[in-house]
Antibody, heavy 123, light 105 residues
Framework: EVQLVESGGGLVQPGGSLRLSCAAS????????MNWVRQAPGKGLEWVSV????????LYADSVKGRFTTSRDNSKSTLYLQMNSLRAEDTAIYYC????????????????WGQGTMVTVSS | SYVLTQPLSVSVALGQTARITCGGNNIGSKNVHWYQQRPGRAPVLVIYRDTNRPSGIPERFSGSNSGNTATLTISRAQAGDEADYFC????????FGTGTKVTVL
């Protein structure tokens, strides 16, 4: 079964850093663009970033640009989100999500989602 | 930035048809995707590129897109269809709609 499992969430102080991971299984990870999407408590979905299958291309939402960095290790079928200079408004469940089509980066739908990992930014 | 507007809530009687709209400027020129999110669960893709259903999604779910409005239609609504539904497009970035809570009466 195609699966994504996030980890690394937790409580962090404002201004702090955290790195999330997303382990993929049962599909050829390197062929697919991968996304991070977040959801603040009781709120809607907000797209955060996408990375191409090769890892050479990335796009970010304006709200995280310059603070968050998405990377991937295709040898480990793992996606990462490095979050720096965290703010209270970054508090959310963070989901990783796979692009539907191979080779696409943007302009695609997200067909597989992980269960999410909670990040809380508070002093 | 591109804005997608959805009704806050839609109610539907058991077995009847629910229609959820997603409004955006000339949205008919974009590919619209729809997600279902049950409470405490991750989103699930139910419609991609306006009208296509992923494998495992019932035929009761259908989509359309024209002009300034895309629509997700749920036919023969069941209790299990109660969830939040989000539309999504790509502009300069991925954009999600505000979300619609569907209640089955």
């Amino acid at each position: 079964e195609v699966q994504l499992v996030e980890s690394g969430g937790g409580l962090v102080q404002p201004g702090g850093s955290l790195r999330l991971s997303c382990a993929a299984s049962e599909f050829i990870f390197s062929r697919y663009g991968m996304n991070w999407v977040r959801q603040a408590p009781g709120k809607g979905l907000e797209w955060v970033s996408v990375i191409s299958g090769s890892g050479e291309s990335t796009l970010y939402a304006d709200s995280v640009k310059g603070r968050f960095t998405t990377s991937r290790d295709n040898s480990k079928s793992t996606l990462y989100l490095q979050m720096n200079s965290l703010r209270a408004e970054d508090t959310a469940i963070y989901y990783c999500a796979k692009n539907l089509l191979p080779a696409s980066v943007s302009h695609d739908s997200f067909d597989i989602w992980g269960q999410g990992t909670m990040v809380t930014v508070s002093s | 930035s591109y804005v997608l507007t959805q009704p806050l809530s839609v109610s539907v009687a058991l077995g009847q048809t629910a229609r959820i709209t997603c409004g955006g400027n000339n949205i008919g020129s974009k590919n619209v995707h729809w997600y279902q999110q049950r409470p405490g669960r991750a989103p699930v893709l139910v419609i991609y590129r306006d009208t296509n259903r992923p494998s495992g999604i019932p035929e009761r779910f259908s989509g359309s897109n024209s002009g300034n409005t895309a629509t997700l239609t749920i036919s023969r609504a069941q209790a299990g269809d109660e969830a939040d539904y989000f539309c999504q497009v790509w502009d300069s970035s991925a954009v999600f709609g505000t979300g619609t809570k569907v209640t089955v009466l």
